[in-house]
C-alpha cells in the first residue's frame, strides 16, 4: 500500500460538474501539495499546506479550492472547469518543509474535463 | 528565477546496459539541492536520489549515481546495469531554502530486452 492514497484514480466531468480529488498520507506527514501534471510541460505547484494552514496558492484560478481538514487529508474541489484543466493532479506529503524534506507522491487522479 | 533543463526528451537503453540523463539548471543560489524522480506507468513519482549543492561528493544510490558539476550547473543521472523495471519518465528538481520545488520536463527512458 502506498503511504499517499489519491482517489479517484480517474475522473470524467462535465464543465458545469462540481466533483471532488481527495489524497490521504499515511506517513505521519506535516506537510501536504497538489501538483498539476500536463503532457509535455513540468509538474506546476498549486497549492501547499503546512500543518493544515495553506502557506502557498501559485496563482491557481479560484475554480479550485483545496481543503485540508487534518494533517492526513486534502481535498481539491472542482467546479467549472475548462478542458485546459485536464491533467494528472499529484498530491504529495512530506515531513516538514524544505528541500531536505522529500516529497512523498500518490499515483495521481486523471481528469479529464469534457 | 531558477530553471530546470532537461534536454533529452526520449532514450533508449540496452537492458544490462549503462544511460547518462541530462540535467541543466540555472539559479543564483549557493544553497539548494537537486533532485532525480522516477515517475513509473504506475504514475507514482519515487525519489530515486538527492544532491545537496554543499557537498563536493556525488550522491549514489546502488545503481543510480549522479553527476554533480556545480559550476556548469550541470547534474546527470547515471544508471548502471538497466533493468526493465527502470523504465519510467525521469524528472530532475532542484529545490532551494524557501521551499520552491522546480521540475523539469522529463525524459522517457525505454529499456531494451
Known amino acids: 500500500e502506498t503511504g499517499v492514497t489519491q482517489t479517484p484514480r480517474h475522473l470524467v466531468m462535465g464543465m458545469t460538474n462540481k466533483k471532488s480529488l481527495k489524497c490521504e498520507q499515511h506517513l505521519g506527514h506535516n506537510a501536504m501539495y497538489w501538483y498539476k501534471q500536463s503532457a509535455k510541460k513540468p509538474l506546476e505547484l498549486m497549492f501547499v499546506?503546512?500543518?493544515?494552514?495553506?502557506?502557498e496558492n501559485n496563482s491557481v484560478p479560484s475554480r479550485f479550492s483545496p481543503e485540508c481538514p487534518n494533517s492526513s487529508h486534502l481535498f481539491l474541489h472542482l467546479h467549472t472547469l475548462q478542458p485546459e484543466d485536464s491533467a494528472l493532479y499529484l498530491c504529495?506529503?512530506?515531513?516538514?518543509?524544505?528541500?531536505?524534506?522529500?516529497?512523498?507522491f500518490g499515483n495521481g487522479t486523471r481528469l479529464t474535463v469534457t | 528565477a531558477q530553471t530546470v533543463t532537461q534536454s533529452q526528451p526520449e532514450m533508449s537503453v540496452q537492458e544490462a546496459e549503462t544511460v547518462t540523463l541530462s540535467c541543466t539548471y540555472d539559479?543564483?543560489?549557493?544553497?539548494?539541492?537537486l533532485f532525480w524522480y522516477k515517475q513509473p506507468p504506475s504514475r507514482q513519482m519515487i525519489l530515486v536520489i538527492r544532491q545537496e549543492a554543499y557537498k563536493q561528493q556525488n550522491a549514489t544510490e546502488n545503481r543510480f549515481s549522479v553527476n554533480f558539476q556545480k559550476a556548469a550547473k550541470s547534474f546527470s543521472l547515471k544508471i548502471s546495469d538497466s533493468q526493465l523495471g527502470d523504465a519510467a519518465m525521469y524528472f530532475c528538481a532542484y529545490g532551494n531554502r524557501d521551499d520552491k520545488i522546480i521540475f523539469g520536463k522529463g525524459t522517457r527512458l525505454h529499456i531494451l530486452p
Open positions: 499546506y503546512s500543518l493544515e494552514e495553506r502557506v
Open positions: 539559479t543564483s543560489e549557493s544553497d539548494y539541492y
Open positions: 504529495a506529503s512530506s515531513q516538514g518543509r524544505g528541500p531536505s524534506s522529500p516529497l512523498h
